[in-house]
Every structure is written in structure tokens, then in C-alpha cells.
């Protein structure tokens, strides 16, 4: 089911009041989510919602047994141990190993630990099969191959669940920090609700149970809902999934990819430019509308995008572009691997492993990979050149100061660090946007034809660029350039309206979209991951 679909508005219309006139029973309201969150998912396909529900039971019942555990152990819900009882459960130094306590302490750890493996093999099971089995045993078989030998492997050619890889890690999240002792084990219904909550079901944000399930607790009040935000959210939303994406999609993206030989090397270009726009326009507009329903029935979701294309770093865009799944990936991910610890070069290996993976959790294909790798490459590059040049620029400060004395310094510098930043926004712009070329390609021979074409027929007259595609692409990298307390004023603004005009407001701007959007919604780009 869609967001930008009447059937969904039906659905969502239906859902919201219900929810609100069972607030006040959170037991009828908890089952009424659920069925209404798995009426949802199994719109696509009812079979799948089968797993939803088996990754429910299994990951609950894993919670509870570590939880138990960690009463046990005595390893407090905030990752505290109580007095004299070590965090990890192993015996106290100067204590026996043969002791009474000594014995439950070991014998809580391997029950904590054991819970935890099966949950982590379970939910990355359910990824090996319906994922990545194919994709690695058509690897090996194309490997095979290349040794001059003609296996014939089986393949289970299964369809990929939608959102697969979004409820996986939230499971995941949720599992390993009970076990960190961050956060207490819930009962199968209210889990239930927190993995399969329709907003954010399929394309996020990533969702922490730390975040969810306290709200979950608290008695629900309509009054505090911020029914403007709300309104904001998805109107924007709705315009740059409807709108911006599906115009750029249209007018030039899906024809340079897929016929780059078509083009010349500066349509291609522009079509790379398109596709950057459209792929944020896509994903952050499904996210908007993710929020904005979330909080029409009383749940706060974290921002998953602040406005990456004016970032200037690489990591810098790491942490403005799908927020929730880079902190998921630095915390579950990059510091269990031990993070900066161990020095330059282990954190340079860190880096690159977990944006490798973290390019194969988009998508069981070679061109993730690549992409996943070339982030983690440009991570390490810039961290080196980064550390390189605060060595440098310490070396020379002494003599600056001299030269040039304070005050000048001072002004020679604002202005150096000023188009410091313009160039190396425009650097950072061009390797996202390198990066997107594999991100969209289907194969790698796919990308290597368009960054061929790209590169040898620049010169070639352009006959397929036109002025408001052009615009639509500058203006969308112009607005990613507004400060956030702009964005603020106007919603605050917005608030101070009467309902009655939001109402007749949000009306004429659904027409607008409608106008202006093309025939027919194409799917979300990240349904696919």
C-alpha cells in the first residue's frame, strides 16, 4: 500500500480514528494497531506476514531470556550493574570460581550470551535466505565459471520481502541492547506493535525500541498532537515523492540509465545531477510522510535527513543523509569492531567493513557493494587527509602569527574559510554523486557504460536538456541551503493559522500535487531494501 494513494488515505482515515477512540484502552488499542499494521504489509503480499509475526515471537522470547538473565546477573535497564555485582557477569576478582554466586554469574552469562547469538542468527537467517542466498550462489557460480567449470547450483528465486532489511535491524537493535542492559524487555504485545507499526514498516526510519517503547507506555492525548507539523510533514512529503521525484524520474533519469548511449556526456552528467535529487526527493519524502502520520496517532519518530547536499565531508553527509541507519551501523556495527580503538589502521579497516556491509545491506547486487565500498574508501581518505593537514596547519600557525599578526590573520582567514567550504562542498557533491552512479545501476557493466559515455562524448551537442528540469535541480539544491530556523518561522508561522485554513490549505495543495505529479505512483526506491 502506498502513501500517496487514495487507498491509503481511505486506510490511514479509518486507522487514525479508531486509534483515537481507543486511546484510552491500551490493550484494544494495541490489537487494533496490529491488525491494522499487518492489513497494511500484507496489501503487498499476505504471505509475508507470516514472517513479521515469527521475527515477533522469536525475538520477544530471546528479549525475555536475556532479560532474566541480566535481573539475575544484576545488570540494570541503564547498562549499570548493581553494587559488587559485575556488569558482565563473570565472578568478582578474589572470588572462587567453585562458588554458589560465581557459578550463576557464569552460567547467567552463557544464557544471556546463547539468547543473544540465536536472536542475531535468526533475524540475519531471514536476510541470508530471502536476500542474499541468490545473489552469493550466482556469484560463485559466475566464479565457477571463470575457471572454465559449468556448475549448476540451485537457486530459491524467492521474492524479497518489502522492508525487509528495516524490521531485521530494528529486531536486531532491540535484542543486543537488552543485552547491553540499555533498555528492559517488553511483553509479546507490545513488541508486536513496535516491529510492525505501519509507518515505518517498510522504508523507516529505523526506529530503536528505546525510542518506541516508552512512548508505547505513556496514556495517549490528542491534544498534544502537533497537528501543523503533521500537516507539513506530509504535504512536503507528498510533493517531493509525487512531484519532484517522479518529474526528474520521467523527464531524463530512467532514460539515461538505461540508454546512456543516447546521450551525451553532459545530459549524462545532468541526469546524474537528476537522479541525486530525485533518490533524496524519493527517500526523505517518504519519510516525512512516515513522521508526519506517525504523529497524527500520538508517536514521535527521529529525522532521518538533514538536508545532506549541503554537506562538506563525506562524513559529514553520513550524518545528515538516513540518519537512523548511520547511527545503527556506527552502533551495532562500527564500535562493536572497535570503532577508533587500536589505532589509525584498525579504524581505517572499521570504516571500510562497516560501509561495506552496509552497501550490501542496501541491495544483494555488486553495485552496492562497489558503492559500499568507495564510501568506506572515501571515509578513510578523507580521515587521513583530515588528520594530515590539522598536522600541517599546527606546524605553520606560529608563523602565520608572526607574519601576518592577529587581526589580519583573522580576516585572511574567514575569507580562506569561506571558499575552503564552497570548494569543499563541491567536492563532496561530485563523490556523492559518483557514488549514486552505482547506487542506480543495475549491473556494474551498467555503470561502467555510463561513466564511459559521460566521459568521451562531452563534447557532444546537448538536444535533450531542457530549462525546467535544469531548474527543478537547482532549485532543489538551493533549498537544501535554507537554514533550519527559516524552515522553523514558517512552520511556526503555519501554527499560528486557524484549523479551518490548514485544512483548506492542505486540500488545495493535494490538488496541486495531483496536477503536477505524473500518471500513476511509482514505488518508493527504498521498498526495495
Sequence with gaps: MLFPTFTFAVFFAIVMTGGWMLHSKPVSWKLFMIAASYLFYAWWNPRFVLLIAASTVVNTVCGRVIHRANEQAGILQAGTPQAGTPQTGTPQAGTSPSTPQSR??????RVRKTALVVAIVFNLSILGVFKYFDFFISSVEDGLEQLGLAPN????????PVGISFFTFQALSYVIDIYRGKVAATNLLQFAVYLAFFPQLVAGPIVRAS???PQLERRLNPREIDFTRAAVLIASGLFKKVVIAGYL???LVDDVFAFPERFSGAEILLGIYGYAIQIYADFSGYTDIAIGVALLLGFRFPENFNQPYRATSIGDFWR??????????RDYLYIPLGGNRGGKAKRDRNLFLTMLLGGLWHGAAWPFVIWGAYQGGGLMVERRMSEWKERQQDRKSDRREGRYGKANRHRQGNAWIKRRAALRWLVTFHFVCLGWVFFRSETL????SLLDQLFTSFLSPAT???TVFVGVVVCALLAQMLSKQALANIQAHLSRLPV???AVGFGIWMLVVDQLGPEGVAPFIYFQF
Design 249 to 251: 524520474a520521467d523527464a
Design 445 to 448: 557493466g551498467d555503470a561502467g
Design 464 to 466: 535533450n536538456i531542457n
Design 500 to 502: 479551518w485554513t490548514l
Design 320 to 329: 545528515r543523509w538516513h540518519m537512523t541507519l548511520s547511527r545503527w551501523l
Design 153 to 160: 547450483l540451485p537457486l530459491l528465486r524467492v521474492i524479497l
Design 211 to 213: 525510542e518506541f517503547l
Design 104 to 109: 550463576t554469574l557464569l552460567q547467567n552469562q
